[in-house]
């Protein structure tokens, strides 16, 4: 098989077994021919992304255990490679579109430079039409919004609140942002200043994330403090799956490019929206200028639009004059079930 069939082979794999599916662009054939040498293409389609483990791969491949094991081990460091280490007996994969997935795992590792600055330059155009073709096709909002955790309501669940799950999962560890890295490498000087080690991982995918140098080894604390920073920041808590948690900002991450440049809903907002205390306003403005959906106007006071806010709780926590908190969105919007199953 040549060489370009093999990626576009792949390319087509996931996008048959993946709920979102790649980009069938030139851009992301780029990153699979940066991410993958021919044979491990070729591996790839034969284990595909539901996999097996050792054993069941070996007798599918037709390779020994031993030799098999070190070439996943590879593809696994090269951020292809998914291994889920529960249970007594390893499962392997290869893995699929995002969180995690090809659309990012390149660029977690921040390690491989110069290796790195070919793949974000492919990256980047690649996480755009990610949007364009993939997350503002599907037909319904994919990515949940979590609100700041340490500004909920009283009436808020335990499932509401990020801070709690992350409360219950035992490993941490965090990574430098693949979509904001890629698109500082491929559009020097045109990027956004926001923070860049942002993305949360918990649980296995953790483990597998520091297993493969592809982030580093943090605390519980150290979660719930980058969770302050990333609001600070103006950065929205989004997702939780498989453990994996974003901080986004609306200049790289592909919900809101999808949301601003494709003007398609990417996003479930969370069961929260900011009530304005009238006469603590005092119409600066400043929630207005930080809030990422552009969800405030300001006049005698400031109001949000409920149809446009994600409720993230950014606009809470930097009004000067405390004249926001959150109440209950009084109509909540639910994830599409065969979303929700991967969430938190
Ligand atoms: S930041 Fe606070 S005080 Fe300023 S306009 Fe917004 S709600 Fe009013
Ligand atoms: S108004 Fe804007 S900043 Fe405030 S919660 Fe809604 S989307 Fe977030």
Known sequence: MAEKDIYQEVLDMVNREDIVGLPDTPSMLKVLQLQFTPE???????IGLTGGTLDELSEKTGIAKDELKKKLWTMADKGTMWIDPRGDNPTYRVLGAAAPGLIETGMFGNIRFPYDVELGKALHPAVVEWARDRLCTLGFPFAPIWAHPFILPDDAKPEENIAEFLRGQD?????????????????????CEHMLETCLHSGEAARWFVQHNQGREITYEDALELLKKANAD?????????????NCCTDCCPL??????????????????????EDECVACGDCADICPMKAITVDQIAVVDPDT???CGVCITHCPSEAMAFMR??????????VAKHVG
């Not at 490993?171 to 990027?191: A, E, K, M, Q, T």
């Not at 969105?329 to 065969?338: G, I, M, N, S, W």
Request: glycine share 6%; charged share 20%; hydrophobic share 35%.
């Open 40 to 46: 491990e293409a070729e591996l790839s389609l034969k």
């Open 234 to 246: 103006g950065l929205v808590h989004s997702i939780n799956i498989n453990g994996f948690i974003c």
């Open 256 to 277: 809101f490019v999808g949301f601003y440049e494709f003007n398609t809903k990417t996003m479930v907002p969370s069961p929260f929206i900011p009530k304005i205390e």
């Open 329 to 338: 969105r009084p109509e909540q919007v639910e994830l599409p079930e065969d």
């Open 309 to 311: 806010c994600i409720g």
């Open 171 to 191: 490993y941490f560890s965090v990574s430098s942002c693949p979509c904001r890295l890629s698109h500082w490498i491929s559009d020097p000087g045109n990027h």
